[in-house]
């Protein structure tokens, strides 16, 4: 039995806006309500607030190799995609570079608190070797001790190999096991084409297929500006209703980004059960504007956050995007509280996962935690030591992370990797 005792906090955040004090006790890897055992580790949490550990509900970890690139900025969607696109075949997309690429947006990930994240992967090269490269995210993800969905994602691949792909990658990560999680929870698997602009009802429906046999779930984009013009360009209709048919609508499905979606849409949503993903660090400066947040959470809908690529948005810290999403939520509606809006980077992400044993601190749930340090000038006059994480301090770094039971960072620094290494690495493989 392994066992770990946080001790002290200024305060715990539970679940559903619940704070508490005292400590928090984990054996084996998942949070207890049992007195902690006289031989468990303990940590000093004077001074910290501590939170489940955030989950990225949205990221293409491949983007983290290609940030800031001249030519990607303040350009339409119709430019973005073929700039990056050239410098993905430029750069060569292979296992070594989806491992190198994956293993620096994870440890980004971890350091500012992040201890799941959802790959959302949407390059393939033809005839690549994509379980290789599939296994080489899950083995960076292993060896920094951070939690991975990866996504086996879809951008204008042939319908029939990408669904080859997502079977054999399913079979070869995952093993046939429920829900497309592994046996310790450290892995997930799910498929998703990039959104109805890119991917044509064949790609849906047989993704679909393979998530049905493999009891995966499914993602995807929808209602960016060039996913509405495309659709009705093309089919003469709006993304939501082409989903819709194309059976995209569905309790097991997550849809990303939604900035330009209508009452009527909303509801819609709501009474198919599906989940929705936030992207503000990617939507506000691509120009697609703010989704109606408040809307779909009175709709019931289950609100999750995501960082988007590093092709769009150049950082992996979400809580960064948390107190963006919480400043830009006024602009559409009623100004998000910070209790909803972390609520969303934690548990709202997980639900999108079907994963409810995380983003929670309650008995039963994972060990995955954050200890945030609020002790310091630049929280000096808080009153709400919680609201204060992302109203104060832009940029905060977790002191501590804890990812299933095991300290994964440590007084801010990676246990697991050598950031200078991981770092260098990435920049010699894409030879900048």
């Known amino acids: 039995m392994t066992a770990l005792v946080i001790r002290d906090a200024v305060a715990v955040v539970e679940a559903e806006g619940r704070i508490r004090t005292g400590d928090v006790v984990c054996i084996d890897g998942m949070v207890v309500d ?10 000093d949490a004077s001074g910290c607030v501590v939170t489940p550990g955030l989950v990225n509900a949205h990221h293409h970890l491949l983007q983290t190799a290609f940030r800031t690139l001249p030519g ?25 570079l989806t491992g190198i690429a994956a293993r620096a ?33 899950a083995e960076a993800a292993a060896d920094l001790g951070a939690r991975l969905a990866f996504v086996r994602g879809a951008a204008r691949d042939d319908p029939q190999e990408a669904a080859l792909s997502a079977e054999a990658i399913a079979a070869a990560l995952v093993d046939g096991r429920p829900g497309g999680v592994s046996a310790d929870g450290m892995l997930q698997v799910a498929v998703g084409p990039a959104g109805v602009h890119s991917d044509p009802r064949e790609t849906f429906a047989l993704l679909g297929e393979v998530a049905e046999r493999r009891g995966l779930r499914r993602r995807t984009q929808a209602n960016e500006v060039v996913d509405v013009e495309i659709a009705q360009q093309k089919y003469g209709r709006r993304p939501l209703d082409l989903l819709e048919d194309w059976g995209w609508l569905a309790p097991d499905v997550t849809l990303a980004h939604l900035c330009a979606v209508t009452d009527d849409e909303i509801a819609r949503l709501a ?3 599906v989940t929705a993903t936030h992207a503000p660090g990617c939507d506000v400066p691509m120009g697609w504007g703010v989704a109606p947040v408040a809307k779909l959470r009175d709709a019931g809908i289950p609100v999750g956050l995501g960082t988007s690529g590093g092709g769009s948005n150049d950082a992996g810290h979400l809580l960064a995007d948390a107190r963006l999403a919480m400043q830009v939520s006024a ?15 934690t548990e709202g992400s997980a639900a999108g996962l079907g994963r409810s044993e995380l983003g929670r601190l309650t008995p039963g749930s994972a060990a995955d935690l954050c200890l945030w340090d609020v002790a310091g000038v630049a929280d000096a006059g808080v009153a709400d030591r919680v609201a204060g994480l992302l109203w104060a301090s832009p940029g905060r770094r977790p002191r501590e992370v804890v990812v299933a039971g095991r300290v994964v960072v440590e007084n801010g620094t990676l246990t697991s990797g050598d950031e200078a290494e991981i770092t260098a690495r990435l920049f010699e493989r894409v030879g900048r």
């Not at 049992?34 to 940590?43: E, K, M, N, R, Y």
């Not at 602009?331 to 980077?345: D, E, I, K, R, Y």
């Open 34 to 43: 049992t007195p902690a055992p006289a031989d468990a580790t303990v940590i």
């Open 72 to 96: 990607t900025r303040g350009i339409p969607m119709r430019e973005w995609l073929p700039a990056m696109a050239a410098a993905y075949a430029e750069a060569g997309v292979d296992p070594g």
């Open 105 to 137: 947006g994870l440890a980004e990930a971890l350091l500012s608190g992040v201890t799941t994240v959802a790959d959302h992967h949407l390059t393939w090269p033809s005839g690549a070797d994509t379980v290789g490269m599939a296994r080489a995210a």
């Open 271 to 273: 009474a198919a059960g």
């Open 331 to 345: 602009l559409v509606g009623p100004q998000l509280a910070a209790s909803t809006v972390l609520a969303m980077a």
